[in-house]
Nanobody, 117 residues
Framework: QVQFVESGGGLVQPGGSLRLSCVASGSGFSRYVLGWYRQTPGKQREWVAIINSGGDTDYADSVKGRFTITRDNAKNTLSLQMNSLIPEDTAVYYC???????????WGRGTQVTVSS
């Protein structure tokens, strides 16, 4: 089966930066809408950022101005640059490929981001 594999999570101090990446298998990467979500235990998974096939982006208010979502279609890679991190950013981060005409959503398994002193 096709899959997304996240990397780049870890422990970082408040005010620091971290870059997450998600590498996808399969064909047609450039045609999909892609996004990042995050989830803390006991809370519902929340949307963080989205990027469409044309490179247009949007962000949740909580991360706007601090996070940047990008894609590299030649490398089948989705990235999330996270700057000015705060403890509230602590969560498991998931990449997502939104469904096309004849498939379903594809989620990564998640990568832990911890912002703490």
């Amino acid at each position: 089966q096709v899959q997304f594999v996240e990397s780049g999570g870890g422990l970082v101090q408040p005010g620091g930066s971290l870059r997450l990446s998600c590498v996808a298998s399969g064909s047609g990467f450039s045609r999909y809408v892609l996004g990042w979500y995050r989830q803390t235990p006991g809370k519902q998974r929340e949307w963080v950022a989205i990027i469409n096939s044309g490179g247009d982006t949007d962000y949740a208010d909580s991360v706007k101005g601090r996070f940047t979502i990008t894609r590299d279609n030649a490398k089948n890679t989705l990235s999330l640059q996270m700057n000015s991190l705060i403890p509230e950013d602590t969560a498991v981060y998931y990449c997502k490929r939104f469904p096309g005409n004849s498939d379903v959503s594809l989620w990564g398994r998640g990568t832990q981001v911890t912002v703490s002193s």
